[in-house]
């Protein structure tokens, strides 16, 4: 429970429904913000503040649960930070939300929550889980299409599938906020949680330098032929696609296509050279099947707020796969996820490299 | 559920007979104590009883009594309050040991900021404080030394009069924190031979927000809150007549009931913890078992976080502790565990048990029941750390 209107009409929907409700909240870090200088008001509104955790226990109050804050600062730092941090630090993209459900929410946590005698985990998540007729489970997009968040998912196992229920995945975020009204929840008008909890200003690259100030290394920008056109302050700074910021000008505008760490080097190039039709995806899980034994034709989804294009993927050695476009995609970045869909199921994803 | 409080050492439910003579108080004594009046008087001759029985319960004149708004109140009052007071001389060195309550830890660190030297005092693992570890803090600069009577998280009993007669051997003053002590054992502000001494109202079946600071004939002390010359120009402020009186109500009871109390709690004390430590491998009492508070008992669960022991416990009905919580209610290592030597792991497996007066054999034995089956569960899905 996060102290948002998903997580706690979760909870409710549940306990309404006549369930045995444990409500469970993550402290994630220090309640004045991660290493914020300026304490706890920059925080304020972002998922996981003191507030929101208060929040829940309000929520929990309401429908009458008993509800815990577990202290995990220690394993998000360890887990989600870390992993953040250093893959900046590599020059990709990272995707903190999907290792924090797969290493933190549905695996710590299921622990804390199956030795305090619970079955299942359920969250806010817009998603939905199905028990197939083979008795394996599959992770199918949720109901809102705008709000699903099963590209979030895609890393978890069977074993955390059958253990994860999504009561909210059924529903659009109206009705969701709908029911929290229905319920008396003070949380129904509440706004959305931004993407990155943990940042709340924004500032990923300041972040990433105060966590890994070694990150902070000068370089070039260079374009497609090597030609420098320019200084940056550190490959920290860079995502693939990005546009603003570069602190070069050309004719046209220009975008990053590359980022190599070892030699600090940003390329960038018109728009056009951004489009590539093919990726390779590394630590794949085929989430409810084995890996295919030829090209599997899929709609293939490569950040959050992409529309799943049409292409077909084949599995390589060492749990990797490789997938290729009917038509160019732009920006296909290193460290984000490459979820692979059969209309709304979830046939597998893994890490672009 | 029937709930069973093992968290007396948090706080204690409010005595009925407290409650009775708050809300009497409450209704009938509603004058300011400062007003020269009949309403007034009566106000005044209330808290002066309450300040009687307080001075009774810790053994002292009912003229050294300051009432506060509790323990943390009283341990700033003495810190703050005698390191100005004693600002001109020159001393400006303040002791304290490394298993203070916070009121005193976060206090000396607030006056290091403003140019106070401090110095923590080390324990071991037995948890009490070597007399030789303050012999060669003190310097002629120390103008202050506070020792906790007992901890709040592990129960053992310092050697304040020797701690108090080494420290004014070179001119400084000492003060203990009795929190965990006041009705639970003898409190004697002489027999201590200390300067300065706070409790706290709610420790011992008194109402939240109000304590006191004993503060020795003659000690000069700075106050904190400025404003009227109430408390004897010591603590201004109108005071809070309903807590005082339910504080001297609730002192009354404890001195009257302390002796009695303690062998019963200590016996059901000895009994959880033999139990425990016969039902569940892996346990281990941390701390020295004497002396001790006779209600405590401080257990460490290998292969346990404390956290979902205690929230597995809750769940059941079962009220314990650990650590010190943090503002949203999570536990944080304790930092007692860590400065006894402890290693990170068992700071944050160990459970407090503090008992109280309406505790029983039945309850003692529930919680023994409980514990094998829970302790197995969470052992069961302790998993090597994720993948990263």
Redo the contacts between chains.
């Keep these: 429970m996060s102290g948002g209107v998903d997580s706690s009409v979760a909870a409710a929907l549940l306990a309404e429904q006549g369930h045995d409700v444990?409500g469970l909240s993550m402290?994630l870090y220090p309640?004045t913000g991660p290493g914020q200088a300026g304490g706890g008001d920059r925080a304020f509104g972002t998922c996981c503040t003191?507030d929101d955790?208060?929040d829940a226990r309000r929520v929990a109050a309401a429908i009458g649960i008993?509800h815990?804050?577990?202290?995990f600062e220690r394993q998000f730092h360890?887990?989600v930070i870390?992993?953040f941090v250093r893959e900046y630090a590599a020059g990709r993209t990272p995707l903190p939300c999907a290792h924090c459900n797969s290493?933190?929410k549905f695996?710590?946590l299921l622990?804390?929550a199956?030795?305090?005698?619970a079955e299942q985990v359920a969250t806010g998540h817009y998603a939905r889980v199905e028990q197939l007729r083979d008795r394996r489970w599959a992770l199918k997009r949720g109901a809102d299409a705008d709000k699903d968040q099963s590209y979030f998912l895609f890393s978890l196992t069977q074993e955390q599938l059958a253990r994860a229920v999504f009561p909210v995945g059924a529903l659009t975020k109206p009705a969701v906020r709908a029911a929290a009204r229905r319920i008396g929840l003070q949380v129904a008008e509440k706004p959305d949680s931004q993407e990155i909890c943990f940042i709340p200003d924004g500032d990923y690259a300041a972040f990433v330098a105060r966590q890994e100030p070694a990150v902070v290394r000068d370089g070039a920008i260079v374009d497609q032929q090597g030609r420098v056109l320019g200084r940056h302050g550190g490959v920290h700074r860079f995502t693939v696609g990005q546009r603003k910021g570069l602190g070069v000008s050309a004719g046209a505008p220009l975008y990053v296509l590359r980022i190599e760490p070892q030699s600090a080097t940003v390329t960038v190039g018109p728009r056009p050279a951004l489009e590539q039709t093919t990726l390779t995806a590394s630590g794949v899980n085929w989430i409810a099947g084995d890996a295919p034994a030829a090209w599997l034709p899929v709609a293939a989804q490569i950040r959050h707020r992409h529309r799943a294009a049409p292409g077909r993927v084949r599995a390589l050695e060492d749990g990797r796969a490789e997938l290729v476009f009917d038509e160019p995609q732009p920006a296909i970045t290193p460290g984000q996820a490459v979820v692979f869909y059969d209309a709304d199921f979830v046939v597998g994803g893994g890490w672009i490299q | 559920m029937q709930r069973i409080y093992f968290d007396h050492n948090a706080t204690t439910p409010v005595h009925p007979v407290v409650v009775d003579a708050m809300a009497a108080a409450l209704r009938d004594e509603f004058g300011n104590p400062s007003s020269v009046h009949y309403f007034g008087q009566r106000a005044k001759t209330a808290m002066d009883q309450a300040r009687s029985a307080v001075a009774t319960l810790i053994g002292g004149d009912p003229a050294e009594v300051v009432f506060t708004s509790g323990g943390t109140e009283s341990d700033n009052h003495a810190i703050r309050g005698i390191a100005e007071a004693l600002e001109p001389t020159g001393r400006r060195h303040l002791i304290a040991t490394a298993i203070e309550h916070e009121a005193v830890l976060n206090t000396l660190k607030a006056l290091a900021r403003r140019g106070w030297t401090t110095s923590l005092l080390p324990v071991d693992q037995t948890g009490i404080v070597s007399p030789g570890a303050l012999r060669d803090a003190l310097t002629d600069q120390t103008a202050l030394v506070s020792v906790m009577h007992a901890n709040n998280e592990i129960g053992t009993v310092q050697p304040i009069a020797e701690l108090a007669r080494m420290a004014h051997e070179r001119g400084a003053l000492l003060h203990t924190d009795a929190v965990q002590t006041a009705g639970k054992l003898p409190v004697g502000v002489r027999a201590l031979e200390v300067d300065l001494l706070s409790i706290s109202a709610h420790k011992f079946y008194g109402p939240k927000g109000v304590g006191a600071l004993w503060v020795r004939r003659g000690l000069r002390l700075l106050p904190i809150l400025t404003g009227g010359k109430h408390e004897r120009n010591r603590r201004a402020g109108t005071e809070n007549v309903a807590g005082i009186v339910g504080m001297g109500a609730a002192a009354a009871l404890a001195a009257a009931k302390m002796d009695e109390d303690a062998e019963r709690l200590g016996a059901l004390r000895d009994r959880l913890e033999a139990g425990i430590l016969r039902a569940v491998p892996g346990t281990a009492v941390n701390g020295a078992r004497t002396p001790r508070v006779p209600n405590t008992t401080n257990i460490s669960f290998d292969r346990v976080e404390a956290e979902s022991l205690l929230i597995a416990l809750d769940l059941e009905g079962v009220a314990v502790s650990t650590g010190s919580a943090c503002s949203s209610g999570t536990l944080e290592p304790s930092h007692v565990l860590k400065a006894m030597g402890f290693p990170p792991h068992r700071a944050q497996n160990s459970i407090r048990f503090s008992l109280g007066s309406a505790n029983s054999e039945a309850e003692v034995d529930r919680v023994i029941a409980l514990l094998p089956a829970i302790v197995e569960k969470l052992r069961s899905l302790t998993r090597a750390p994720v993948r990263v």
């Design positions: 444990i402290q309640s003191l955790l208060l008993p815990y804050i577990l202290n360890d887990t870390s992993n290493d933190l695996s710590t622990d804390r199956l030795g305090l005698g």
